[in-house]
């Protein structure tokens, strides 16, 4: 949602998210198609990807459910049904997750086209289930949360998941998130998130983030 009176919450940040969230797992199927028999350097590549960002999806929702909804339950109780709405739709987009990190493992350890087909149809699936939630979220939920919460409140969310990652490249979901929001977003966001994390995107992260998705992207002849 972007919106010109400053009284109200600027949540951009999330509807940029969600615009990543539909990207990678649009792309993914491409991707994943692009891995020949027995390619386990480049399926572990995807895979890992993939893996990182079912994560990121995974606690953006979880987010959401701590800090986000509670909030708005005690300040709007007369979208209740809106909300408990938003809460099955999470349910949802949870089961498909997990189909979906099954189907990553299995892909990257052994790169065989009958996984990848799996992993493809596992993405495709998810990315039903969560654009469903992604378009009511952004049509009924950011313009009341732009109303009722505090950017306080709005900033803990990323900073909340970014320090649950124990992988051994925070540079990556943290990019797969930072790389489609507007550059004055992008600087807000700098601000926002713990010092530490903005050092890393600074002195090398993000360097390594495009590395790798120039990696990721090149795709190679499809099978």
Do not use: N
Not at 79 to 97: D, K, S, T
């Amino acid at each position: 949602m972007s919106t010109e009176d400053p009284a109200l919450l600027d949540t951009r940040d999330m509807v940029a998210l969600h615009r990543s969230f539909r990207r990678v797992l649009a792309d993914a199927p491409g991707q994943i198609a692009s891995v020949r028999e027995g390619d386990v350097q480049r399926s572990r590549l995807l895979a890992d990807y993939v893996a990182d960002a079912l994560w990121l999806l995974h606690e953006h929702h979880i987010g959401e459910d701590e800090l986000l909804y509670p909030l708005l339950a005690e300040r709007v109780p007369e979208e209740a049904e809106l909300f408990a709405r938003m809460e099955e739709q999470h349910h949802a987009v949870a089961e498909g997750i997990e189909v979906a990190q099954r189907a990553v493992e299995r892909f990257g350890r052994s790169a065989s086209v009958a996984d990848g087909d799996e992993l493809a149809a596992a993405c495709g699936s998810l990315l039903q289930s969560t654009e469903e939630h992604l378009v009511d979220e952004e049509e009924h939920v950011l313009p009341i949360a732009a109303r009722v919460i505090t950017p306080p409140e709005w900033g803990a969310m990323p900073s909340q998941a970014l320090s649950r990652y124990e992988g051994p490249r925070l540079w990556l979901p943290f990019g797969i998130a930072y790389e489609g929001m507007p550059p004055d977003i992008q600087e807000a966001m700098l601000v926002r998130i713990p010092p530490a994390v903005a050092e890393m995107w600074k002195s090398g992260g993000s360097d390594a983030y495009a590395a790798e998705m120039a990696e990721i992207r090149v795709g190679g002849e499809a099978r």
